[in-house]
């Protein structure tokens, strides 16, 4: 089992910045990968980002590369996405995942323990 606690979240105007934590506890964190995803009134959860287990590679979707940056502390058991240039269509509740198998995966059903998720809001 792997416990995920998301923090950070906030109100933000557009153009700002936020970083959002994920603290994981349960089992050895090295050995998993993890992503963040988000989810919009009304739509479906969406994938954001994703890191493999040594941080050596990195995942985004199109719409947040080049403004997001996903990063892990394998020490500290904790996984960040730092987000700069928000925009209005950034709101969404935001989720931390874990998976076992170690490679980060785009996918919803590739993870295996979610977050109770953060708010982030950016203003116009």
């Known amino acids: 089992q792997v416990q995920l606690v998301e923090s950070g979240g906030g109100l933000v105007q557009a153009g700002g910045s936020l970083r959002l934590s994920c603290a994981a506890s349960?089992?050895?964190?090295?050995?998993?990968?993890m992503g963040w995803f988000r989810q919009a009134p009304g739509k479906e959860r969406d994938f954001v980002a994703a890191?493999?287990?040594?941080?050596?590679?990195?995942y985004y979707a199109d719409s947040v590369k080049g403004r997001f940056i996903i990063s892990r502390d394998n020490a500290k058991n904790t996984v960040y996405l730092q987000m700069n240039s928000l925009k209005p269509e950034d709101t969404a509740v935001y989720y931390c995942a874990a998976r076992t198998g170690g490679r980060g995966s785009r996918r919803f059903s590739a993870y295996d323990y979610w977050g109770q998720g953060t708010q982030v809001t950016v203003s116009s």
């Open positions: 349960g089992r050895t964190f090295s050995n998993i990968a």
């Open positions: 890191i493999d287990w040594s941080g050596g590679s990195t």
